[in-house]
């Protein structure tokens, strides 16, 4: 019983330890752009890069903090979370317009694939698919290498819609898996380098309350996670 | 200093860096992996370098054992910046195996701030 409890205790730390490292970074931002800024406005001469990086930290932080209260949230819940049609063609646009910012100051090229004439309608949450997506592609856009572009790939099996985030980063080991899956061991006591794996726990926290299924394929240089979501229906929404 | 070598993931910080360093009159070039390091190792002897820990997929020992394999790159002094300083861990001697000069915490330390006391460390 002490082993089990001391067990969960370390992952509970390691869960908080990576909360706080993925705040720092983004703060540290914010305060060295800041210092920045003050010595701009001496001087006279601001740049508009400079506002926007602080802009973009702190909309980082605030999503950040968001999606941790969402998922708190959903796991003391017991209720269903509320779904309805969207448009995967329009949510996947808005997604990748979000990320903007992010994907310029990474020079990192956001493509969408496999959209069709004609929207396809799929059961889901929002503001829940919107940041599970943009924490998927966050993270590609972060630890991907090479020029090669990120691809969000939409496609058709029968009775669902696959959403297919692909980067060209390193190939996930079994602990970052089970943090997809929801489990605390996923945060490692001690990193050794990349991701602290809280934006893929988030990730698994909110499709899971969705009932849509996650899947994952390491590849040749890169990583394919793949969204199930099942079909409404097949009409045009626009 | 002449000619640094920032290794950070980055591009906010990265940026910044570049910057300061420029205000300082010191020229520099950006490298946002071990690899990228690697080559611009090849291409020039950086007088100094600015190191990310948790870079991607290598981290910042694996990046200075990679260095340090090359002969004439052993005695470049090593500025270890990160944000999570607590977790960074290495003892002294490694530090002195590594040439790392000094380790600063990015939310405490700016940029500009980074460059002053590189400046101050460097000054006999």
Redo the contacts between chains.
Sequence with gaps: MRRVNATSDMAADSFLHAIVHDLKAPLGVIRSYSLELEQALSEGVVEQSDIQAITSASEESIKLVQDLLAVFKLQKSQTELPLAPLSIDRELRIVKDELSGVSKNYQREIKIRGLKRGSTAVMANQWYLRRSLSNLLQNAIKYSHGKKPIVLKSIQTKGFTELQVIDNGPELSNVDLLSLQGSLSGFKTKRSAGSSNLGLYLTGRMVEAMNIEVLYQPQDKGNVFMLRIPNIQQLSLF | MSYILIVE?????S??LK?SLSRAGTKSIIAS?G?DAINQLDKKRPSAIILDF??????AP?ILNEIRSYGDSIDIPVYIYS??ID?V?LTRQQCENYSIKAIFD??KV????LVDKMASLDTP
């Design positions: 993931d980055n591009p906010s910080y940026k910044l910057r992996n690899y948790y870079l991607s997929p290598h981290n694996e944000s999570h977790d861990g990015k939310s700016a940029p500009a701030e």
